[in-house]
């Protein structure tokens, strides 16, 4: 896999930030003033606009809110909403790794299986192919057994039909990889780790407090198909992490931005006082600490009815209040929500209430991308999505306030996730507040990020605010396609039992 083409926060000039923040901010009074001037869909949109609202004085608070929890989390067990957890990985690639490496990436509703030939530092990775499966929803929420045998019986099918061109570097002896498990895990090893929640749809509930690797290795075991074993344990963000280290030195942190949201770092040793398991971590070099950022939370993020909403009637309320304001997963439905709100307190859609708004999760991120996007006159993008899910004859007034809503949700998910950012560099003393400047990459993998514009706009416009013109220069995001399942197979070589 190459590198991706990078996007530097230094790019976007001062002039192109400023017009970003008059424009976001300006957009729904644009809205209103062409629209149905005064009248209730305005009055509701202006004060969820308002409520969702991120000043930079409040994104500041909110960054170093970051940094405490963070520090706390590093602390004791139960001091932060974020569990920082030891990832037990104290070495990254080098470029030297050499022969056939597989992984099971594990991140959603989807799974996907690679296999990779590296060929060292002169050949990098020679050759890679990857099967994407999806997960039958009745598989996420029925019992582990049943999840881990349909995982196995797709990895042992998909080794089985390796072909010589792989086989031939092939290490003797069995197969090895790694699993990107991209759930909150207690690790207690390289290779083992009990899962503490899940999230993201699933509801497994014999899941809960068992050893991911050992689940899948039974399960695997079961198939009796060609040896397998589990050589590394990593979540989607180490697994980026690792991926885009091995192509950029300077990768000190790795992100997810994409259905669901997390984040992880190197962390030094020293500066890690809780116990593992009763006894002190390691107090020499650095670790990669995981995260699990989406249960970050603060007295100062600004919620909505919406969010509330939206909270109380989810598979796990009270938990992962981050994340349902930034992931992907959760964007579209903050805009059902609302415009489902709109319909029946405003008459949006001329007096009707659409049923298919009253259908958790129908409109999706893909969609509000879509029609945030939408720049034509008559928004016409608008109308075909919204046609899409079943909502015909839309006059001009309601796109726009329809166009407001989506500019609204997705503004303030993208100055949340650039407080985090923030609050990382902060952490590590990337942020040139001492003054001292070094080129910092962050490994971004996510379809959030990657595909919705103007997201990506928002989030460095907001980078910018909060770091300073010339700080910003030394923060690179770079955008690794992919990276969780490549850097798995990567730590899988790193930890390899055959040296």
């Not at 439905?333 to 609302?338: E, K, N, P």
Request: hydrophobic share 40%; charged share 20%.
């Amino acid at each position: 896999m190459g590198r991706e083409d990078s996007v530097s926060n230094g790019l976007i000039t001062t002039a192109t930030l400023a017009c970003v923040a008059v424009l976001a901010m300006a957009s729904v009074l644009l809205g209103w003033q062409k629209g149905r001037g005064g009248g209730r869909v305005q009055a509701l949109i202006y004060e969820f606009q308002h409520r969702c609202a991120l000043p930079l004085h409040l994104l500041r608070k909110i960054s170093e809110a970051m940094t405490l929890e963070m520090t706390a989390g590093l602390t004791t067990e139960s001091g932060s909403s974020m569990p920082m957890l030891p990832t037990f990985v104290e070495k990254m690639p080098t470029g030297n790794e050499k022969g056939v490496y597989y992984a099971v990436d594990l991140g959603g509703t989807n799974f996907r299986v690679l296999r990779v030939l590296l060929g060292g530092r002169e050949k990098r990775v020679m050759k890679q192919e990857f099967e994407e499966v999806a997960i039958p929803h009745p598989l996420m929420v029925g019992t582990s057994v049943e999840l881990y045998d349909f995982i196995a019986k797709k990895l042992t099918d998909f080794v089985s039909r390796e072909s010589s061109e792989f086989s031939t570097h092939a290490a003797a002896g069995a197969r090895e990889l790694g699993l990107t498990f991209s759930f909150p895990i207690s690790q207690h090893s390289i290779n083992s780790g009990l899962l503490i929640m899940w999230t993201k749809g699933f509801k497994i509930a014999d899941g809960v407090g068992q050893d991911v690797v050992q689940a899948l290795q039974q399960a695997m075991n079961r198939q009796h198909g060609p040896k397998l074993r589990v050589a590394a344990l990593v979540n989607d963000t180490v697994g980026t992490m690792a991926g885009g280290r091995y192509f950029d030195p300077d990768v000190m942190i790795g992100i997810i931005l994409g259905t669901g949201t997390n984040a992880c770092y190197f962390e030094r040793a020293d500066n890690v006082h809780k116990l593992q398991n009763g006894k002190p971590l390691p107090k020499t070099g650095s670790m990669v600490y995981n995260m699990e950022w989406g249960a970050f939370w603060s007295s100062h993020i600004p919620t909505t009815h919406v969010d509330e909403q939206l909270d109380a009637e989810s598979i796990n309320p009270g938990q992962q209040l981050y994340e349902k304001m930034i992931g992907g997963m959760y964007l579209g439905d903050i805009v059902r929500r609302m415009l489902l709100k709109l319909a029946r307190e405003a008459s949006l859609f001329s007096g009707e209430v659409p049923q298919q708004l009253m259908t958790p999760f129908v409109l999706g991120t893909p969609e509000v991308s879509k029609m945030h996007a939408d720049e034509s006159i008559d928004l016409r993008v608008v109308a075909k999505t919204l046609a899409k899910i079943g909502i015909h004859r839309t006059d001009l007034h309601t796109r726009r306030a329809v166009h407001d809503v989506c500019d609204i949700v997705t503004l303030r998910s993208a100055r949340l996730a650039a407080a985090g950012i923030t609050g990382i560099l902060r952490k590590i003393g990337r942020d040139g507040k001492n003054g001292e400047y070094t080129r910092t990459v962050i490994a971004m993998d996510g379809g959030l990020y990657e595909h919705y514009a103007k997201f990506r706009i928002y989030i460095h416009a907001a980078l910018t605010e909060l770091l300073g013109e010339e700080a910003v220069k030394y923060v690179v995001v770079e955008i690794f396609k992919d990276g969780s399942g490549i850097g798995a197979t990567l730590l899988a070589a790193c930890h390899s039992q055959h040296g």
